[in-house]
């Protein structure tokens, strides 16, 4: 898909100063956190039908295929309900949900997943592909957006087939998607793309991030991203980037968390640490 990209610099050279504890600059307040039984944990998706919060487990090597990956299945207050939910994945990554099913990346497919029968129901290998990451699904046209990693490619599945969709130097190291009222915002190596489904324009909401990994939209239209080194920050197209937390200095990380608007909660998973861990903020909304 052709693109028009047009660039607009809407902030000054990134100058958070990453904090030294997991002390807040905003009012967080710790949850819950999840006990052993997670095995590298990368992503984390609430679920507001079944109100359940699933969990992506790499366990091995996050580009190899050894069947070591799997999901699991997490009350709203943090229990482990299934450690082993739906096993047989490799390295899976990036979830979101259309129609009862779950679709998850996983290196260079998309698995999708019955949520009532906890199995694997079809497996779509997508051509080119090397480190598949994020996912996120627009439920009016049932279009499918996939993150390349390693090659920089945004793809699109739509009706069982896929393809590529936005493709340039821009989208160099992409892996957090968000949509949000036809916008599929874009976390890349170093900023946050703003990409229209319908019309394919294309433009940069916030420069010089660093890496984006997890990203949520605030209903007033901020942003809350992870970099997966441990922080967590909030930008704006009229605010600069400012860091929420960070655990960075334990070498605690924070991969692509999940959030649960009604309780204003984020769910941070640790990666190396094998956990996820909670919070509740007045800014997540």
Known sequence: MKNSIITFLFLLSLSAVFAQTAQTKTDFTKLWETAPGLKIPESVLYDSVT???????????????????FISTLSADGKILKADWVKG???PKG????????????????????????????RYPISGSKFLNDIAIDPKT???FITDTETGVVYVMLNKKSSVWLQDALYIGAN???????????????SIMQADITTGTVVVCVANTGSVDGLFVTSDKNFIYSDWKGSV???????KPELLFSTSVQKVNAADF???????????????NNKVVAYTSDCIE
Request: charged letters at 15%; one cysteine or more.
């Open 89 to 91: 994945i490799d390295a």
């Open 233 to 239: 920050f909030i930008a704006g197209k009229n605010r």
């Open 51 to 69: 109100g359940l919060i699933f969990v992506s487990n790499i366990e091995g090597n996050p580009s190899k295929k050894d069947s070591c990956g």
């Open 142 to 144: 049932g279009m499918i």
């Open 95 to 122: 979830m979101a949900i259309l129609n009862n099913h779950l679709f998850v990346s996983n290196i260079d497919e998309v698995v999708e997943i019955d949520i009532a029968a906890a199995t694997i129901v079809k």
């Open 176 to 190: 957090g998607l968000y949509l949000k009222e036809n916008q599929l915002y874009i976390g890349t190596g170093n």
């Open 258 to 272: 999940g959030i649960i608007p009604e309780t204003h909660a984020i769910l941070i998973p640790t990666f190396g």
